[in-house]
Nanobody, 125 residues
Framework: QVQLVESGGGLVQAGGSLRLSCAASGRTFITYCMAWFRQAPGKEREFVAGIRWSGGMTSYADSVKGRFTISIDNAKNTVHLQMNSLKPEDTAVYYC??????????????????WGQGTQVTVSS
């Protein structure tokens, strides 16, 4: 059974940084993409950043471009999201997702096959 386990959320002041990590286990993935989505109260889940298994392709939402960096460690099936210059509007539950057999990074929730349980990120003003 595939499991995605996130870590690294928490409370931080505006302008601060956090690093999220997500480890995938349960199967061996050959070609896949991993991504981070977030969901604030009363809002739909939205794409934040994604990366292809090779690390050669990344994609970012406009709202986080230049502030967030996604990276992947294939040997450990782990994806990281470095979040800098955090803003109160970044407050949300952040979810890790995996799209197996993927070549391109998708921004669509429905494209992803597996999801983590979510980790809360709160940015105070």
């Amino acid at each position: 059974q595939v499991q995605l386990v996130e870590s690294g959320g928490g409370l931080v002041q505006a302008g601060g940084s956090l690093r999220l990590s997500c480890a995938a286990s349960g199967r061996t993935f050959i070609t896949y993409c991993m991504a981070w989505f977030r969901q604030a109260p009363g809002k739909e889940r939205e794409f934040v950043a994604g990366i292809r298994w090779s690390g050669g392709m990344t994609s970012y939402a406009d709202s986080v471009k230049g502030r967030f960096t996604i990276s992947i460690d294939n040997a450990k099936n782990t994806v990281h999201l470095q979040m800098n210059s955090l803003k109160p509007e970044d407050t949300a539950v952040y979810y890790c997702a995996l799209d197996e057999s993927a070549i391109l990074v998708s921004r669509l929730v429905r494209q992803y096959d597996y999801w983590g349980q979510g980790t809360q990120v709160t940015v105070s003003s």
